[in-house]
C-alpha cells in the first residue's frame, strides 16, 4: 500500500529555514494536490498552503512570503524562511497522489493520504 513519506523537520533557531519534503512511498505515483498543515502544541490542525490538480500553490496570510511550496515529479517540498516561535508545530502533507494507469480506467487517483508528520521546533 502506497503511503506519504515526509522528512525534513528539525531544530533551527529564530529565522532560521528548514525544508520539508512530502513524497508516495512507491513508485510510479505522482502528487496531484497536496496541502501542508501545522499543528502546533496543544491545538488543532491548520491548514498552510496547498495546491490543486497540477496548479499553482496558494499560501495563508500567516505564511505568505515565507513558505514555499515546490515540486519536482514525485516529491513536494515546503520551503519554510525566517521561522519563529510560532511556526514551532508538527506539520503534515495531504495528498492526492495520481497513478496515470489507474486514472485511465478509473478516472479517479489514490487518497487523500496523510503523512506520519515531521516535527519543527524554533527556537529563540
Known amino acids: 500500500q502506497v503511503q506519504l513519506v515526509e522528512s525534513g523537520g528539525g531544530l533551527v533557531k529564530t529565522g532560521g529555514s528548514l525544508r520539508l519534503s512530502c513524497a508516495p512511498s512507491?513508485?510510479?505515483?505522482?502528487?496531484?494536490?497536496l496541502a501542508w498543515y501545522r499543528q502546533p502544541p496543544g491545538k488543532q490542525r491548520e491548514l498552510d498552503a496547498g495546491?490543486?490538480?497540477?496548479?499553482s500553490p496558494d499560501y495563508t496570510e500567516a505564511v505568505k512570503g515565507r513558505f514555499t511550496i515546490s515540486k519536482d515529479y514525485a516529491t513536494v517540498y515546503l520551503q519554510m524562511n525566517n521561522l519563529n516561535a510560532e511556526d514551532t508545530a508538527v506539520y503534515y502533507c495531504?495528498?492526492?497522489?495520481?497513478?496515470?494507469?489507474?486514472?485511465?480506467?478509473?478516472?479517479?487517483?489514490?487518497?487523500?493520504?496523510w503523512g506520519r508528520g515531521t516535527q519543527v521546533t524554533v527556537s529563540s
Open positions: 512507491r513508485s510510479g505515483f505522482t502528487i496531484r494536490s
Open positions: 495531504n495528498a492526492d497522489l495520481e497513478n496515470e494507469f489507474y486514472r485511465r480506467y478509473t478516472g479517479t487517483d489514490y487518497g487523500p493520504y
Open positions: 495546491f490543486r490538480d497540477y496548479e
